[in-house]
């Protein structure tokens, strides 16, 4: 027994060695607005050394879940809150500010943009999620069937994308085969597929998962470029936002400051995201 | 030792013992509670297909198929291996090598399930789907390999300790009428083991129907069974996927977590219903 006594001090050796003098921020939510968030709280740190911020993944869902329940200062989001979930929380006062602008980019593997499919319209992606487009060959690609990709529902890149493909935010999309989370994850699984769509924020596209343009009712395509959401002709684009519990003060106001400022911004956009100034 | 003594250590046990009970007690009490309102709710129609907690529909029997056939695969993957393996170590391993064989697979059980995941998304879930030329790896089939990897440990060590625990005499005993080892394995030591494995396995079983994070990279998510309904090439949805990727978006006190608590509510009915049914049907006999 006594051998062991040792075991007992190392909970002690933990209490010691954390600081406990450090003000904490707590930040969860969207997967897309996670990047910006994480290097300017690695930013903000270095010049307040007092200071610690958590940032956390979950999705826009679980980000207004945790400030409604007020378990976190600053909630990620990239969708708006919807009615029921303000009502959920009626001692919380969601304020919601924006600091950024982001496309929803309808993405399929490189195989398949080689192939030739570098377009589709709404109409066509509402057929695709409802299951009545199953095989790329309707769309004159190659005879593969299309692995549709799905994301869990209260995320905020799918609230987004299923308001303007099928008309409502919380639709359910029976032609999906597989159901994911983080924008990393569903990355993942393009590129490992040779036949997926998906949907995915502007900033997650890279060469083997390739975003696609969108054929306007007037036969006018659209490139998701950087250029087409800042002049709004990209169709489907959001704010990125974080939300807090009240009119922000303190050092939450002063991060979020931090974010707003020319500095802050210049992280928005190195993530590929649009400046809320422009 | 003195009487007082005698009487902590007595406490001791008998509190610990009271005290594990009670969790139980409480976990299913909390779980009923916090579900009574999608069950009031929801009745009877928990039991269809459809889940979409923005329009108040509650359908479960798609994660219960996926919960179901996942472990029914895991079980019948990790079974037979499982027991073949005890024998080996126990039985035709010399003694020498039997705790380096041991240790090296338990060493499987201590790897956390989230990199039993990852392994599955990078490697695995490619494998499958180039073998069997799917659109995708992540199907309940794959989940069910995984899966059987990881309670493989539970049932090899648990199987082996109760092979080894045997007396010696049983062994001398059957070598001395002429039986041969196979013969030896499969008409004595196999019966007087048989309800330590069946334990074992029961055990391997809890934690197939429990396991979350694996399961849940793995399964593809979607609330669906496939068409057939034997066709494990497809992806699907089991109970712990489904509450892992939705409680945390789910509103506290909402009638969505409350049917998220429902569905956990369900897996620990299946879990009790299953191991009464196997303590039922193989009574305890008494031990040597």
Redesign the interface.
């Known amino acids: 027994m006594k051998k062991n006594l040792w075991i007992f001090c190392i909970p002690f050796l933990f209490i010691a060695c954390s600081n406990n003098n450090k003000t904490v921020i707590n930040a969860s939510g969207s997967t897309t607005v996670l990047p910006v968030i994480s290097i300017a709280a690695e930013q903000f740190m270095k010049t307040h050394p007092d200071v610690k911020i958590i940032v956390n993944a979950g999705g826009s869902g679980v980000g207004i879940n945790q400030v409604g329940a007020q378990q976190i200062e600053i909630g990620m989001i990239s969708r708006n809150i919807t009615e029921k979930e303000i009502a959920q929380y009626p001692n919380t006062n969601f304020v919601v500010i924006p600091i950024g602008r982001d496309a929803v980019v309808p993405v399929v593997s490189s195989e398949i943009y080689d192939a030739g499919i570098k377009s589709l319209s709404i109409e066509q992606l509402a057929k695709i999620y409802r299951g009545e487009i199953a095989n790329w060959k309707e769309l004159n690609g190659p005879d593969k069937d299309i692995l549709v990709i799905d994301k869990e529902a209260a995320r905020g890149t799918r609230h987004v994308f299923m308001e303007i493909v099928l008309g409502d935010k919380e639709a359910e999309a029976a032609g999906a085969d597989l159901v994911l989370g983080a924008n990393n994850e569903e990355q993942t699984a393009i590129v490992q597929s040779d036949a997926a769509l998906g949907i995915l924020s502007n900033a997650w596209m890279n060469k083997d998962v390739k975003g696609i343009a969108i054929i306007m009712p007037n036969g006018e395509i659209i490139e998701p470029t950087l250029a087409n959401i800042i002049n709004g002709k990209f169709p489907i684009i959001r704010d990125l936002d974080l939300i807090t519990n009240g009119e922000p003060t303190g050092i939450t106001k002063e991060f979020i400051d931090y974010i707003l400022s020319a500095e802050g911004q210049k992280i928005v956009e190195e993530n590929e995201y649009v400046s809320i100034s422009k | 030792m003195s009487a007082f003594q005698n009487s902590i250590g007595r406490g001791y046990v008998v509190s610990s013992t009271y005290l594990s009970i009670a969790i139980v007690l409480v976990i299913f009490i909390v779980l009923f509670i916090s579900s009574y309102d999608a069950f009031s709710t929801v009745g009877w129609k928990i039991f269809t297909l459809?889940w979409?907690?923005?329009?108040d529909k509650f359908g479960v029997l798609s994660m219960i198929y996926g919960t179901l056939s996942v472990t029914f695969i895991a079980l019948l993957i990790a079974m037979p291996l499982g027991v073949l393996t005890a024998i080996f170590i126990s039985e035709i391993l010399p003694e020498k090598f039997r705790l380096y064989f041991k240790s090296a697979i338990e060493l499987l059980a201590g790897i956390p399930s989230i990199i039993y995941g990852l392994i599955g998304?990078a490697f695995f879930?490619?494998w499958v789907?180039s073998l069997f030329e799917l659109?995708?790896?992540?199907t309940i089939l794959t989940a069910g390999i995984l899966l059987s990897i990881m309670v493989l440990p539970t049932i090899i060590t648990l199987s082996e300790d109760a092979l080894h625990n045997i007396p010696k005499k049983y062994r001398e005993v059957s070598k001395g009428l002429g039986l041969y080892p196979f013969e030896t394995i499969t008409k004595t030591l196999l019966p007087i083991a048989k309800n330590d494995i069946i334990g074992a396995i029961l055990l391997a079983l809890g934690r197939a129907l429990g396991e979350t994070m694996a399961v849940m990279?793995l399964i593809?998510?979607?609330?669906r069974i496939p068409d057939p309904f034997y066709n494990f090439l497809a992806?699907g949805q089991t109970i712990t996927s489904k509450l892992g990727?939705?409680i945390?978006?789910?509103?506290?006190?909402?009638l969505h977590f409350s049917a998220l608590n429902a569905i956990g509510f369900l897996l620990l009915l299946i879990v009790i219903t299953l191991t009464i049914i196997t303590q039922f049907y193989f009574k305890k006999e008494d031990r040597l």
């Open positions: 459809e979409n907690p923005s329009k998304i879930s490619g789907s659109a995708t790896g992540r990279l593809g998510s979607i609330d992806p990727r939705e945390g978006e789910s509103a506290f006190g909402s």
